[in-house]
């Protein structure tokens, strides 16, 4: 099974003239795969070891379980990123990273699953000089894959870092997070409100993290979201109880 970009959640901008790949515009996104209506069975969100800053994983799954109604979990995954996956001297290939994610995944969750992995190294595929995260296709279809670099989206740390720094991080990824579930069910043609995308990190932080009313009216319908918010924090609390999650090596 190959995977190809599908870039439903693909954040790219591009660094200097003298980086290894231009394109014409400053800042561009893939044309976007549509693929069949799919609902999420579980989300899980893979954190690789090289994430030494971790203070975003249980606020960012509380985000996610307030707003879903599938089950979210976190875990390690310590896959080997070689180089071998290099793309550039300093940056992965992120179709490679993500070939690799897949065949390391495939045994958990069900076909359903919607697969996320946060990893620290920065990541590229052509013809972008760098990405913020990119969900990747497979055979054609709609995928649930997303890899996602902290290399240029989280916030600076202080040691030990701040409240505001824990969540400028972790509303970021959970802005990146939620778009790619969002198309990945088949509605990539959403795009305004936390759907709309961010051409720099100013306007990712400045786009709202809610839904647009009828966007989310229609996801409610769907079975994506929960019809009112919940305590998320409080769900997770009840999905360690289920095994749902597991912070192993995260606390």
């Known amino acids: 099974m190959i995977l190809r970009t599908a870039a439903l959640n693909v954040y790219a901008l591009l660094v200097a003239a003298s980086a290894p790949f231009t394109v014409g515009s400053a800042i561009a996104e893939s044309e976007v795969t549509r693929g069949p209506p799919r609902v999420p069975s ?25 707003v879903l109604v599938a089950p979210v979990s976190a875990k390690d995954l310590p896959l080997l990123l070689g180089s071998g996956l290099k793309a550039t001297q300093t940056q992965l290939d992120a179709t490679q990273v993500a070939d690799r994610f897949r065949q390391a995944t495939m045994a958990e969750g069900d076909s359903s699953a919607f697969k996320h992995f946060i990893m620290a190294q920065d990541i590229t595929v052509r013809p972008y000089n760098y990405l913020f995260a990119s969900t990747f296709g497979i055979d054609g279809e709609t995928s649930q894959l997303q890899i996602i670099s902290t290399a240029r989206i989280a916030s600076r740390y202080s040691k030990p870092p701040t409240a505001a720094q824990i969540a400028l991080t972790t509303q970021r990824l959970y802005k990146i997070i939620i778009r790619s579930i969002v198309q990945s069910t088949g509605n990539a043609s959403l795009s305004g409100c936390v759907m709309s995308f961010a051409n720099s990190i100013v306007e990712h932080d400045r786009k709202s993290s809610d839904f647009c009313s009828p966007d989310r009216a229609h996801l409610v319908h769907q079975g994506v979201l929960r019809e009112r918010e919940i305590d998320g924090c409080q769900a997770v609390a009840q999905g360690k109880s ?10």
Do not use: A, M, N, Q
């Open 242 to 251: 289920r095994g749902l999650v597991s912070f192993s090596r995260l606390e």
């Open 42 to 66: 579980e989300i899980i969100i893979y954190i690789h070891p090289e994430v030494t800053d971790r203070d975003f994983v249980g606020p960012l799954v509380c985000e996610l379980e307030k």
